[in-house]
């Protein structure tokens, strides 16, 4: 399956591409900008010259067209793409991944956006396709470093049980990387505002901490 990543010219989304690419996954970084969308590509084909990485650069509008859609926009802006591009996306999986925060001095502050969380809102305002919230917690430093594993859990929320179950087959597609059924959309406000808790931690342990929970055997 392919994958479009709108908004992918970021930290976030050029990391995640470059995961899934790494694993022999096609992705399309989006961008406003088709010029940005292929600088992004190149950057990172010129970063891994060992791996073969099946990106592409394209505008949002061309990116949208893939089956499976990431938004790695910032928070404020994911429902706005995702409406920028709504005619792509009727019945479609679209995973929200966006933290809504604020840096106030040395502390990460969780803001409450419309309607509790980014997923919901971008739910809200794209009502035809089905959003997915997971991927929030993990760093785009050690998410892009395809050299080394990622590991860590992927709390995966989502309203539509068949949503759920293809973005947490993309998760398990990253070698390491656990998915977990972490219920309904109504969860992504507390999935999204606990970023704030781990950045938090890590700016403190000065270090790049994800999410593992102890005590679940299935995987
Ligand atoms: N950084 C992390 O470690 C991390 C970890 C987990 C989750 N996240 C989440 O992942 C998302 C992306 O993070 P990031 O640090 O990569 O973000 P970012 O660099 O601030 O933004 C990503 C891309 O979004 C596009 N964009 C910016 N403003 C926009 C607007 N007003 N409308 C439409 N597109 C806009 C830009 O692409 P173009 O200009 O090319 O269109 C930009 O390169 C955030 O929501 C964040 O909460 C980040």
């Known amino acids: 399956v392919q994958i479009g990543v709108l908004g992918g010219t970021g930290p976030e989304g050029k990391a995640l591409a470059v995961r899934l690419a790494s694993v022999g996954i096609d992705v399309v970084i989006g961008s406003r900008s088709h ?41 404020d802006a994911a429902a706005s793409t995702a409406l920028s591009v709504a005619e792509h996306l009727d019945g479609k999986v679209v995973i929200s991944i ?13 803001l409450i956006p419309a309607r509790g969380s980014v997923a919901v809102h ?40 068949a949503a759920r179950a293809e973005a947490s087959a ?32 890590n700016l403190r342990y000065k270090t790049r901490a994800t999410v593992r929970l102890t005590g679940i055997e299935a995987d």
Do not use: Y
Request: glycine residues 4%; proline residues 7%.
């Open 170 to 201: 993309l998760v398990s597609a990253i070698p390491a990387l656990r998915p977990l059924d972490a219920g309904t959309l109504s969860n992504a406000s507390a999935v999204e505002a606990f970023t704030a808790v781990l950045l938090g931690i």
């Open 98 to 110: 966006a933290n809504a925060l604020a840096r106030v001095g040395d502390e990460f502050q969780a």
């Open 35 to 75: 010029d940005r969308a292929i600088a992004a590509v190149e950057e990172l084909k010129a970063k891994w010259p060992d791996h073969e990485l099946p990106l592409k650069g394209a505008d949002n509008q061309d990116a949208a067209q893939a089956p499976l859609l990431v938004i790695a926009t910032p928070w």
């Open 122 to 161: 971008v739910q809200a305002t794209v009502p035809a396709s089905r959003v997915v919230a997971a991927f929030h917690h993990l760093p785009a430093r050690a998410l892009g470093a395809i050299d080394r594993p990622m590991d860590g859990d992927v709390l995966v929320c989502a309203d539509d049980d």
